[in-house]
T-cell receptor, first 114, second 106 residues
Framework: DVKVTQSSRYLVKRTGEKVFLECVQD?????MFWYRQDPGLGLRLIYF???????EKGDIPEGYSVSREKKERFSLILESASTNQTSMYIC?????????????FGQGTRLTVV | KNEVEQSPQNLTAQEGEFITINCSYS?????LHWLQQHPGGGIVSLFM???GKKKHGRLIATINIQEKHSSLHITASHPRDSAVYIC????????FGTGTRLQVFP
């Protein structure tokens, strides 16, 4: 079974804290993605990575950074958490994009910033 | 205007009804994905299609490339089909619709 595993299902952090969300996939996929999901807005792409140490900004990168030191792990970092970053964060991975490769999703991390 | 749009946003049905969810896109895509998300659950891939039609159990997905339109059909709907259904266009990244919340009542 393909697995995309996110380190936490639920997380509560204080405003101003540095937050790390971890995602690990076990299928040797090159492509990994971080999305946030908000009611009425659907999934919006924050950052993605095509390879180790490579990263590309998505549609809403402000306030976030990422790290991909190993192929299987893609971390999302909130440098200084704010209440408007309260959301569901979903990690995904795929072998190919742009050519119809299947995508696999993590269970999501529901982050609340207080 | 969103590049991938779904309709309806919300849908309620009685058990046994035939259900259709529509997805239109305005960008060039190599494939279209249909995804399912149960309340409190993760997102799972139902279909990935670039032409024609695919069927899996009671679920059928079709795509019309010329019209840039795809539909997801559920035959003989059941309460366990209650979920959010999301379509996504595959470009160099996935572009998601905002989802259709389906509730099927017994």
């Amino acid at each position: 079974d393909v697995k995309v595993t996110q380190s936490s299902r639920y997380l509560v952090k204080r405003t101003g804290e540095k937050v790390f969300l971890e995602c690990v996939q076990d299928m040797d996929h090159e492509n990994m993605f971080w999305y946030r999901q908000d009611p009425g807005l659907g999934l919006r792409l924050i950052y993605f990575s095509y390879d180790v140490k490579m990263k590309e900004k998505g549609d809403i990168p402000e306030g976030y950074s990422v790290s991909r030191e190993k192929k299987e792990r893609f971390s999302l970092i909130l440098e200084s958490a704010s209440t408007n970053q309260t959301s569901m964060y979903i990690c995904a991975s795929s072998f190919e994009v742009g050519v119809g490769g299947e995508a696999f999703f993590g269970q999501g991390t529901r982050l609340t910033v207080v | 205007k969103n590049e991938v749009e779904q309709s309806p946003q919300n849908l309620t049905a009685q058990e046994g009804e035939f259900i259709t969810i529509n997805c239109s896109y305005s960008v060039g895509i190599s494939a279209l994905h249909w995804l399912q998300q149960h309340p409190g659950g993760g997102i799972v891939s139902l279909f990935m299609l670039s032409s024609g039609k695919k069927k899996h159990g009671r679920l059928i997905a079709t795509i019309n490339i010329q019209e840039k339109h795809s539909s997801l059909h559920i035959t003989a709907s059941h309460p366990r089909d209650s979920a959010v259904y999301i379509c996504a266009g595959d470009t160099d990244k996935l572009i998601f619709g905002t989802g259709t919340r389906l509730q099927v009542f017994p």
